[in-house]
């Protein structure tokens, strides 16, 4: 009974971190639960889909689809602060602007946004807006659905096979290194929906497959590149995972039902 209660405490103390969602007063706070919590971060994703999920097919009742999608994304974008769009747009000033690590680093602790980061936030939000447009209402709702908890496991992966690369910053107390365990319950916190869909026939098999591995690509791809630049990654790393693995998982899901293989 005592290990239930210490992990739902672990789970609302990310749910904390990473949204602006309110905690249960008992929940309290120890700073040694912090690098353990991130093993619920993809079940953090599951409450940021629900929400944005409840929004667009309420949205969906009133108003066109690239309208509920708009309202959709603004209100996942509201609940975590614009946590992850920051550090996409830091990891590409960061990596867009600096020639050596220490440069890097230096640009994307700036609180400012410059050109790369402008235009990468930009984009990848307008894509996002754009991939739901084009998927019918349960196509969407299973789309965030999938690609939310699976796009934050993709940056926990980063937490789980590297090493942080500041001495110091926003995601250090999360940071530790992550063992195989708590690798597992993170899979597990994105692998229970996304099966859950398939079974119940919302999702294609096939469909399920590509996200996944078009999230895995994605982070490896940039965990590629964060080590070859910055010798590990950062929270503002996490953030770019988490984004690119979205819009990733979003294309994949659309070529699906673009070519008549999803309904």
Known sequence: MASIVHQCRLFFIALQFFTRMPIPGWVG???????HASRYFPLVGVVVAAVAAAVYAGASLLWPAPVAVLLSTAAAIYLTGAFHEDGLADMCDGFGG?????????????SRIGTYGAVGMGLTVALKCALLSFLSVPAA???????????????????????????????????????????GIACACAGVP??????????????????????????????????????????????????????????????????????
């Open 141 to 183: 709702i299973a789309a965030l659905f999938i690609a939310h908890p699976l796009s934050r496991l993709a940056a926990v992966s980063l937490i789980w096979e590297m090493e942080y690369a500041r001495a110091d910053g926003k995601a250090k107390p999360m940071a530790q290194h992550m063992s195989n365990r708590e690798f």
């Open 98 to 110: 600096g020639l050596s690590t220490e440069r890097v680093l230096e640009i994307m602790k700036d």
């Open 29 to 35: 706070f120890d700073p040694s639960w912090l690098h």
């Open 194 to 263: 996304a099966l859950a869909l398939a079974t119940a026939g919302m999702l294609p098999w096939l469909a399920l497959l590509a996200s996944v591995t078009g999230a895995a690509l994605a982070a490896w791809w940039l965990g590629a590149k964060c080590l070859r630049r910055i010798g590990g990654y950062t929270g503002d790393c996490l953030g770019a995972v988490q984004q690119v693995a979205e819009v990733v998982i979003y294309l994949a899901l659309l070529a699906f039902f673009h070519h008549g293989l999803w309904g």
